[in-house]
């Protein structure tokens, strides 16, 4: 099993940046990637950008160049994660769950919200 905490989600300009934390508990030595979906009010979840721990990299189209998902860290005890979001837009306003998977099993956060203001 594993738990994951996110944080740093909240009120922004557009143009502006926020970055947001995922902290993974648990089995974390068997998680083989984490990233960052969102979910718009009316749209269906979508992939945001992942990282693998051998640090390959996965973005959607729209964020492309504008937000940057970071090496995994391993520190007492945790996986952590982060989501540099740069230049945001209004399109980016949704709630930002963290996810991990170990194999074909995917774990959730409870998410965070993120408005962007225009």
């Known amino acids: 099993q594993v738990q994951l905490v996110e944080s740093g989600g909240g009120l922004v300009q557009a143009g502006g940046s926020l970055r947001l934390s995922c902290a993974a508990s648990?089995?974390?030595?068997?998680?083989?990637?984490m990233g960052w979906y969102r979910q718009a009010p009316g749209k269906l979840r979508e992939l945001v950008a992942s990282?693998?721990?051998?640090?390959?990299?996965?973005?959607?189209e729209s964020v492309k160049g504008r937000f940057t998902v970071s090496t995994i860290s391993r520190e007492n005890g945790k996986n952590t994660v982060y989501l540099q979001m740069n230049s945001l837009k209004a399109e980016d306003t949704a709630i930002y769950h963290c996810?991990?998977?170990?194999?074909?099993?995917?774990?959730w956060g409870q998410g965070t919200q993120v408005t962007v203001s225009s």
């Open positions: 648990g089995n974390i030595f068997s998680i083989n990637g």
């Open positions: 996810n991990a998977f170990i194999r074909f099993s995917h774990y």
């Open positions: 990282i693998t721990t051998v640090g390959s990299t996965t973005y959607a």
